[in-house]
């Protein structure tokens, strides 16, 4: 049997535990809500041009801010547009940049902070580099990029990835500090294991529970911050709808229409409150002792 | 305790350098002319090279950055590209709200968020703890302006017990500022709450189960002594940090917060600025609130000494 | 040796415990954890409750106490009676009023029992805010007199100490003086020296027996070692699995034990007397270390920081087939001896010359072939192993590093299970499917895999339970004798060392102060400190295994095997 298909049985396992819960007791039906409620929420909106009745950027002049009818379920916004078509499509792109931050920042901090934890030359130079990056707020990061490149999805995930990576990196650093003081480190560096093999093999997989976690976390926290970027008119582009973006509109009329908010400010709300709750009981199962968004 | 005091002011020296080069270059290493960019489609050649004088950006490089570090060591942010008055006086004379409501908004916070982890933490698994652990998943999930608007609609709207919007100094009539101030504080503070409250749980769960916790009890001390004496000031400085770092959430809270609740002060002119593509002003704001953050961690690093004796240096 | 005999059928009966059963909360047709114990203990008792580890012992203690983690235990039957006060029965605020002021516990871990972030003074002082009305200069006045009356040194200094800024020894005192203060009937000591160093093990045995005698305490003394058993007990429980297996006065249990488990315990325990000397063919030496010297700090960008000297001028050598043990208390220097010579961290000056080559100084790549003769066994039997890899992944790792290919490394860990007694098919099993011992078996023969010629042992045993402990010596001593392996054997126990060693080193603060073949130094030991630690050792004029005086005691005057 060769490592990669060992390391493949015991993530395996690793995710079964994950499932069937060793103890029974320890998740309630909480998370499993959670996640039947995120899989309706992403299948909704992956599979929406299926289904929605109207395409979610056609402007009908006569029929501007209708109530629930039969034709429009949810009504219409201040361009006839249909509010249940731009919804349902509206998830996709948050979406997207959730899942799209989260990777990447997760394959960003986990190199750099492997790095800064296994070799000490490194380690202070790329901790002042993190803490300076950490000071950057987000949202104000978002607005420059957006300010001097335009409207994008690419800024955007930038500018949510950057403050989230030097915390990942802290993470990981943390972990492989810890970890390479084992005995069974030391004792793989008597057994003279190259140094490679230490890293990958002894330390790395130590990191992959909390970055689990702090993955799914990321994910929710990006989702929210690109539905504020949107409000404030430094988001993707207005012509693509968005949670966000379906809001932003929705200020100007929120005392005659609240459902422009209500209704995207629902499924948004949902849809993190979802992946916050799979991410504790991830933390639960996986690793009781971390804390949620520490430092 | 001095010399470690200096030892990390100095340290947020370096920090603070590379927040200014990021920020430099976030300009200058924009693909395309940034003069460009920023006039916007319309703008004529006289406006482009009006832009370019003022940002420095004919000069070589170095020359640009240091020209922008020195006026930067004088307090000089730039100027505006709209008004063209000081950015140093625009954001002077737009800061006071923002701190007032900042304020309060942190006063709420650690008030409620404390007592709130704790309670949780001591009756763990109860409704009690539920209750504390799915309000604060709440306060993560829900999007800052839409629990603003939700606050609007019941308060306002609805009861009409405060205004829907607007800000009055507190040196004007505090009565009214409070009025006022009171909803977009809580506003603000949801997240905040959510963040300590859990983190306070957290923190305490974990000394709850330490040795020393079993000794005050075995001597038979009061459980609201074991919580508040024992256990507490142990559990503070993750408490402390979390305080910190979620300033981070506190000063995006305050953009999004102002916004919606019309007040005059820093977070509005942040959003004037984006509309209007007004760069000098987006900078400065950089370079202000990572200031601020930088003061603030470092004021917390510090404080952990007068919780936790074994932090003497 | 001598024994407590003193009669106590007519002393006053402090606590009575009958039929008592602890389950698993909620659950009560669970296995109990208690199964049905009965116990009295009287004034003036010393009580001892001994076991190996999963036993029960902690668990009693804590019923005794209301301290159960209400969660994971509970009483599910029987009585706990404390001078007629039915503990089971109590209520929240009637167990507070009980404790400290009629019964009182002290724990094993000094180091996390006291709160960090409170002065000691402070934290005995609570005590009598707690229960007394005594006024503030009284209550001070009486923390300072009880501090004098556990022999603590300028007690108004220490008074405004935190815990961190005290020895270990120092802060178990404080502990038996907040016990202690308000005069309780009843002190439960919950395996209180067992995180100490021997020399401080003493000091506090003979601190609670004058402490006893001064205020004619009960103590119910929770141990599980035999030694201390030997020296403190008036009478004796065994306990096994949640059950009392055996009751009877310490003289009675140690000479004349009844059930075999406490045979078994008691034969387990390693004679303090030295193994039988074992000449050396005079075979070159596998390992010699000249000069060994280890300083941490001294340096520093803005100030110089203190200079620790962990370990000063140490030289040794060791031959084939030959076992060296070194001995010394916590802080002595013995294991960054062994990390040195592992090169697991970079001593600061001297030669460790393996096989005829010096390596101290040499660089990772060119260290790299003689890792394969130097192989180590850590202390913490579950932390040593990579709990994610299999035992197979494990004992391969070393010999595939070293160019052997993977189904002869497979075929030489197979053969290895067979050596440390563990079924084949646990080749495919992880870490956590084992016992603490079981894995202490796999890292043994994980570091056999290499046929290393110097196996070092750091504190190998000491984190086993007495019996298996046994096992893992035997194994050891198997495998010195089949691969003629150098054996370096680090310990704080001379007990252990005395049954392993051929030749001993005693360290105290980073220096040898003693070395020589076993026997000599552990019948006529030359140094003060090495005779300190012989004379601490508890029960050390008692053969346990043979239920019998040690002949030829006491050590320290003059005798030989």
């Known amino acids: 049997m060769t490592d990669t298909t060992r390391s493949t049985q015991s993530a395996f396992a690793a995710l079964t535990r994950l499932i069937s819960l060793p103890g029974g007791a320890r998740l309630g039906g909480g998370p499993i809500i959670a996640a039947l409620i995120l899989l309706v929420i992403v299948v909704a909106s992956l599979a929406a041009p299926l289904y929605v009745p109207y395409d979610p950027l056609e402007m009908k002049a006569l029929s501007r801010l209708q109530g629930p009818s039969e034709a429009h379920p949810l009504g219409t916004d201040p361009f006839g547009r249909d509010i249940f078509s731009r919804v349902m499509t509206g998830g996709q792109v948050s979406l997207l940049i959730g899942v799209g931050a989260a990777v990447v920042s997760v394959a960003l901090g986990l190199i750099i902070g492997l790095v800064a934890g296994f070799f000490r030359m490194a380690d202070a130079i790329i901790m002042r580099i993190m803490d300076s990056l950490m000071a950057i707020p987000a949202i104000l990061l978002a607005i420059a990029l957006v300010a001097l490149n335009g409207p994008s999805l690419g800024s955007v995930i930038i500018a949510i990835t950057i403050p989230e990576v030097p915390r990942v990196v802290r993470l990981v650093r943390s972990v492989v500090l810890s970890a390479r003081e084992e005995p069974y480190v030391e004792a793989a560096i008597a057994l003279g294991s190259p140094m490679p093999k230490i890293l990958f093999q002894h330390l790395m997989p130590n990191t992959f529970a909390p970055l689990i976690v702090q993955g799914t976390y990321i994910c929710a926290s990006a989702i929210l911050i690109e539905a504020l970027l949107s409000f404030l008119g430094a988001g993707v582009s207005t012509e693509i709808p968005t949670w966000g973006n379906i809001m932003a509109e929705g200020r100007l009329y929120f005392q005659i229409k609240p459902g422009l908010i209500f209704w995207p400010g629902l499924l948004l709300s949902l849809c993190i409150l979802s992946i916050n709750l799979l991410g504790d009981a991830a933390r639960d199962v996986l690793d009781p002792r971390m804390k949620k968004r520490e430092g | 305790m001095l010399g470690y005091i200096l030892k990390r002011v100095l340290a947020t020296i370096p920090v603070m350098a590379i927040v200014a080069i990021f920020v430099f270059l976030l300009l200058r290493l924009t693909p395309g002319d940034p003069a460009a960019i920023l006039a916007g489609d319309a703008a004529t050649p006289d406006q482009l090279e009006r832009i370019r004088d003022r940002l420095g950006l004919n000069d070589p490089l170095y020359i640009q950055f240091f020209t922008w570090v020195g006026q930067l060591l004088q307090g000089d942010l730039g100027t505006s590209l709209i008004s063209n008055t000081s950015v140093s006086s625009m954001i002077g004379n737009r800061i006071g709200p923002t701190i007032n409501i900042a304020l309060m908004t942190i006063l709420i916070s650690v008030a409620l968020a404390v007592p709130m982890g704790v309670i949780a933490a001591w009756r763990h698994r109860t409704w009690v703890d539920f209750l504390v652990m799915s309000f604060s998943v709440l306060g993560f999930s829900v999007p800052v302006f839409v629990i603003g608007y939700i606050l609007i609609q019941i308060f306002a709207i609805e009861l009409r017990w405060v205004p829907v919007q607007g800000y009055v100094s507190p040196g004007e009539d505090f009565g009214d500022f409070f009025v006022r101030a009171i909803m977009p504080s809580l506003t603000l503070a949801t997240i905040y709450i959510a963040l300590i409250a859990r983190m306070t749980r957290a923190s305490m769960l974990e000394v709850l189960g330490e040795d020393y916790i079993r000794t005050a009890r075995a001597k038979g001390v009061r459980e609201n002594v074991v919580l508040f004496r024992h256990a507490l000031r142990n559990a503070a400085v993750p408490i402390l940090t979390i305080i910190g770092t979620g300033f981070a959430l506190l000063i995006s809270g305050v953009v999004v917060t102002e916004s919606v609740f019309n007040i005059p002060g820093i977070g509005r002119l942040t959003v004037d600025a984006i509309l209007a593509r007004d760069y000098p002003v987006i900078q400065a704001m950089i370079l202000l609130t990572a200031g601020i953050y930088v003061v603030v961690n470092l004021l917390v690093d510090i404080s952990y000494s007068f919780f936790d004796p074994r932090i003497r240096y | ?404 290919s993977k189904a002869e490394a497979m075929k030489t860990a197979a053969e290895l299970m067979e050596l440390v007694e563990l079924p084949r098919d646990a080749l495919d099993r992880y870490p956590h499917q084992f016992s603490g011992g079981q894995r202490q078996r796999i890292a043994i023969a994980r570091a056999v895999a290499m046929k290393p010629d110097l196996l070092v042992a750091d504190e190998a045993v000491s984190a086993l339970d007495v019996s298996v402990q046994a096992q893992v010596l035997d194994l050891l001593a198997d495998v010195q004798k089949r691969f003629g392996v150098a054996l370096l054997f680090i310990t704080h126990d001379l007990r252990v060392a005395a049954q392993i060693c051929d030749e001993v080193l005693v360290m105290q603060k980073g220096k040898v102060v003693e070395a020589g073949p076993a026997d000599e130094v552990l019948l006529h030991p030359g140094h003060d400190y090495t005779r300190s630690l012989i004379e601490a050792a508890p029960g050390r004029e008692w053969d346990f295994a043979n239920f019998r005086a040690l002949t030829g005691a006491p050590l320290t005057q003059g005798a030989t095997p």
């Open chain 3, 1 to 404: 040796m001598q024994f407590k005999s003193k009669d106590f059928s007519e002393a006053e009966r402090v606590l009575k415990i009958r039929k008592l059963k602890v389950g698993l909360t909620g659950r009560p047709d669970a296995a109990p954890v208690l199964n049905e114990i009965d116990l009295d203990i009287r004034a003036g008792e010393t009580h001892c409750l001994v076991g190996e580890s999963g036993s029960g012992k902690s668990v009693t203690s804590l019923a005794v106490m209301g301290l159960l983690p209400k969660d994971a235990l509970e009483v599910q039957g029987g009585l706990i009676d404390l001078e007629g006060f039915d503990i089971t029965a109590a209520t929240h605020a009637q167990m507070r009023e009980l404790r400290a002021q009629r019964i009182a516990m002290i724990f094993q871990e000094p180091m996390t029992a006291l709160n960090p972030v409170l002065r000691v003074g402070e934290q005995i002082e609570e005590v009598l805010a707690m229960h007394t009305d005594l006024s503030g200069s009284e209550a001070k006045a009486r923390v300072l007199d009880i501090m004098d009356q556990v022999h603590l040194p300028d007690v108004e200094r220490i008074y405004r100490a935190f815990p961190h800024q005290l020895s270990g020894g120092q802060r178990q005192r404080i502990m038996i003086a907040m016990a202690l203060v308000l005069d309780p009937d009843l002190l439960i000591a919950d395996e209180p020296t067992t995180a100490l160093d021997v020399t401080t093990q003493l000091q506090i045995l003979k601190l609670i027996a004058e402490m006893q005698e001064r205020h004619g305490t009960a103590v119910l003394f929770i141990t599980h070692d035999m030694g201390v058993v030997a020296e403190i007990a008036d009478t004796v429980s065994v306990m096994q699995k949640g059950r009392i297996v055996e009751r009877a006065p310490i003289r009675q249990l140690l000479t004349d034990p009844k059930e075999a488990y406490t045979r078994k315990l008691l034969t387990a325990v390693p004679s303090l007397g030295p193994r039988m000397r074992r000449d050396g063919d005079g075979a070159k030496p596998v390992l010699e270390v000249a000069g060994l010297d280890m300083t941490y700090g001294g340096t520093g960008i803005f100030r110089k920081s203190k200079a620790v000297h962990a370990v000063q001028d140490a030289h040794f050598s060791i031959a084939p087939g030959r076992t060296l043990g070194i001995v010394g208390e916590s802080g002595s220097g013995k294991s960054t001896v062994a990390r040195c010579i592992m090169r697991l961290i970079d001593p600061t000056g001297g030669e460790i010359t393996v096989s005829g080559k010096e390596i101290s100084t040499l660089g990772r790549r060119a260290l790299q072939p003689h890792r394969k003769s130097l192989q180590i066994v850590f202390q913490d039997p579950y932390r040593s192993l990579n709990p994610r890899w299999t035992v197979a992944r494990s004992l391969c790792e070393g010999p595939i590093n070293f160019g052997v």
